[in-house]
């Protein structure tokens, strides 16, 4: 069964940090560019971060950058988020999202986790 599983997600007071996992299986790992997704109470998606999938390069959202640092094992098979300098605005759903482009003929092939929750608050 292809799976992305979520976790570490939680209650953290402003300036904290939190490291979030992100288990993936039934698929080959290391080919798919993996990133997180967060959304807001009450608002819509909004990407996070992007790792390719040898893990050489990582790109983020001007919101989280100098703060959040993605990174990956593809070993173990497990995406991570490391967050600092926590704000309130911070404060989602955190998605795991994997895609791969396959060729010949053309298909973009995503899979998305569950979520997990972060709170930012005081």
């Known amino acids: 069964e292809v799976q992305l599983v979520e976790s570490g997600g939680g209650l953290v007071q402003p300036g904290g940090s939190l490291r979030l996992s992100c288990a993936a299986s039934?698929?080959?790992?290391?080919?798919?560019?993996m990133s997180w997704v967060r959304q807001a109470p009450g608002k819509g998606l909004e990407w996070v971060s992007t790792?390719?999938?040898?893990?050489?390069?990582?790109s983020y959202a001007d919101s989280v950058k100098g703060r959040f640092t993605m990174s990956r094992d593809n070993a173990k098979n497990t995406l991570y988020m490391q967050m600092n300098s926590l704000k309130p605005e911070d404060t989602a759903v955190y998605y795991c999202?994997?895609?791969?482009?396959?060729?010949?003929?053309?298909?973009?092939?995503?899979?998305w986790g569950q979520g997990t929750l972060v709170t930012v608050s005081s």
């Open positions: 039934g698929f080959t790992f290391s080919s798919y560019a």
């Open positions: 790792i390719i999938g040898g893990g050489g390069s990582t």
């Open positions: 999202n994997g895609g791969r482009v396959l060729t010949n003929p053309y298909r973009y092939l995503e899979i």
